[in-house]
């Protein structure tokens, strides 16, 4: 190993939510730690400033996120009052409260940036440690599925007003890289980190899942887990739920801003015997244990809609949890969850389209052997595409960014010593000169 990779850097990673339930700022946190770093995670809560340590021993430290301010700063900066501005300086303002808490409980050698919002303290940060700025871009920011229009004009110019700032850029696959590529060319090259989960070794499932779903053990479970939100194609999949074989239930695991919609289309969907309910909705589970729960579904859903460039290219953390747990997957044929389903056979695919009568009608047709068959391939899948196999990546952009470091204090080092060498030389010859004139005079 060499020397820039022993060495023990200061890291902020730095994020605009409560750290907490963000997986791959814990996950790259870990990582870096891991690799016996001092790191600290900072961001923001709309509590009392908070601060608790994970149970790997990184600090957290949670500043309160004060909007209250927005307006009065808006009218410092002689900003109209559009929806535009209030949008840019509240994104700004939460900038700074996580640039001020680093401020004043660290001095970092480097700061590691996720997502936009706090991208606007980049400057900041340059300014005060001068230090390298690594940005993580988990999304397509500008085109967010449902994203208000006035935020498709301030996302990217954040992103373009701190390009300048950014010295290593991650983010998530190939599809997102070139857009990125594109559209900001003063990006350095991206490094692709996917959200892959941690290799680890399954139990025998216990049946939590259908205990919970009020299901028959035998009963086969098509599992959409996660956020309830628009544009994932929920509505689509309680169609479908109508239509499917009574040997198959929908079970929804997670919250969010559908939870009624699924709780109306689960009552008026109760014409099946008792354990074979149509459609189930229970709780998320705590991350520790997800890979328990999602283990006992037979297939798990992704069925994203094709609202926008994030949806088309994205690659979520179902698309390796699924598989960690030895569930094949359901997905809408975006590019990159079909290269991975495919190229790996861990799942089938329906058009994008997203027509219920197609969804019942692949889920139907899956066989038990085309089911052995599918989790036999996650299981080969998960041993080679896994977190571990893209931590070194992340190794290697902290060992060239101190790499980099290294060299310029050489350079400015090699400077300075000619600087003083040719102020000696320079002191030397003038007295020459000095006593020779004073020879030539006497």
């Known amino acids: 190993m060499s020397k820039e990779r022993a060495r023990i850097i200061r890291i902020a990673a730095v994020v605009h939510n409560g750290v907490f339930h963000d997986a791959r700022v814990l996950k790259e946190a870990g990582t870096l730690k891991a690799l016996g770093h001092d790191v600290r995670i900072f961001g923001l809560t709309p509590n009392e400033d908070e601060e608790f340590v994970l149970p790997n021993g990184i600090p957290v430290h949670l500043a309160h996120r004060d909007?209250?301010?927005?307006?009065?700063?808006?009218?410092?900066?002689?900003?109209?009052?559009?929806?535009?501005?209030?949008?840019?300086?509240?994104?700004?303002?939460?900038?700074?409260?996580v640039f001020a808490k680093v401020r004043d409980t660290f001095e970092p050698e480097a700061v590691h940036v996720h997502d936009h919002v706090v991208l606007t303290a980049a400057g900041r940060f340059k300014e005060t440690f001068?230090?390298?700025?690594?940005?993580?871009?988990?999304?397509?920011?500008?085109?967010?599925?449902?994203?208000?229009?006035?935020?498709?004009?301030?996302?990217?110019?954040?992103?373009?007003?701190?390009?300048?700032?950014?010295?290593?850029?991650?983010?998530?696959?190939?599809?997102?890289?070139?857009?990125?590529?594109?559209?900001?060319?003063?990006?350095?090259?991206?490094?692709?980190?996917?959200?892959?989960?941690?290799?680890?070794?399954?139990?025998?499932?216990?049946?939590?899942?259908?205990?919970?779903?009020?299901?028959?053990?035998?009963?086969?479970?098509?599992?959409?887990?996660?956020?309830?939100?628009?544009?994932?194609?929920?509505?689509?999949?309680?169609?479908?739920?109508?239509?499917?074989?009574?040997?198959?239930?929908?079970?929804?695991m997670g919250w969010g801003k559908l939870d009624g919609q699924i709780d109306e289309a689960a009552a008026r969907a109760d014409d099946r015997p008792e354990g074979r309910s149509r459609i189930a909705k229970i709780p998320g589970a705590p991350h520790d244990e997800l890979l328990s729960w999602t283990a006992g579904a037979s297939l798990g859903?992704?069925?994203?809609?094709?609202?926008?460039?994030?949806?088309?290219?994205?690659?979520?953390?179902?698309?390796?949890?699924?598989?960690?747990?030895?569930v094949p997957m359901l997905a809408t044929d975006m590019p990159e969850m079909a290269l991975r389903?495919?190229?790996?056979?861990?799942?089938i695919t329906v058009g994008r389209e997203l027509d219920p009568h197609d969804i019942a009608a692949r889920v139907n047709a899956v066989t038990a052997a085309d089911l052995d068959r599918m989790r036999e391939s996650c299981a080969q899948f998960t041993a080679n595409d896994n977190w571990q196999a893209y931590e070194p990546r992340i190794a290697d952009i902290y060992a060239g960014l101190m790499h980099e470091a290294a060299a310029s204090d050489a350079t400015?080092?090699?400077?300075?010593?000619?600087?003083?060498?040719?102020?000696?030389?320079?002191?030397?010859?003038?007295?020459?000169?000095?006593s020779s004139r004073k020879l030539f005079t006497n």
Request: aromatic share 8%; proline share 6%.
């Open 130 to 252: 001068g230090c390298p700025i690594v940005w993580d871009a988990h999304e397509i920011y500008e085109d967010l599925a449902g994203l208000e229009d006035v935020r498709r004009v301030v996302n990217p110019r954040i992103i373009r007003e701190n390009v300048p700032n950014i010295d290593a850029f991650i983010t998530l696959n190939r599809s997102i890289a070139d857009f990125y590529a594109e559209k900001y060319p003063g990006l350095p090259t991206a490094t692709l980190v996917p959200n892959a989960v941690e290799r680890v070794s399954m139990s025998e499932y216990d049946g939590r899942l259908h205990d919970a779903a009020g299901l028959a053990r035998d009963q086969r479970v098509l599992l959409f887990q996660g956020g309830f939100a628009p544009h994932r194609g929920i509505p689509s999949l309680l169609e479908a739920a109508t239509l499917l074989d009574e040997r198959w239930s929908l079970v929804f």
């Open 412 to 434: 400015a080092d090699a400077e300075r010593d000619h600087r003083e060498r040719a102020g000696t030389a320079s002191g030397l010859w003038g007295r020459l000169v000095n």
């Open 301 to 326: 859903a992704i069925p994203y809609e094709d609202t926008g460039l994030n949806h088309r290219f994205c690659s979520p953390n179902k698309l390796w949890e699924y598989p960690a747990a030895g």
């Open 67 to 97: 909007t209250s301010i927005i307006r009065a700063r808006m009218r410092e900066d002689g900003l109209e009052p559009t929806r535009e501005n209030s949008v840019l300086t509240s994104f700004g303002v939460q900038g700074e409260q």
């Open 341 to 347: 389903i495919n190229e790996w056979g861990i799942g």
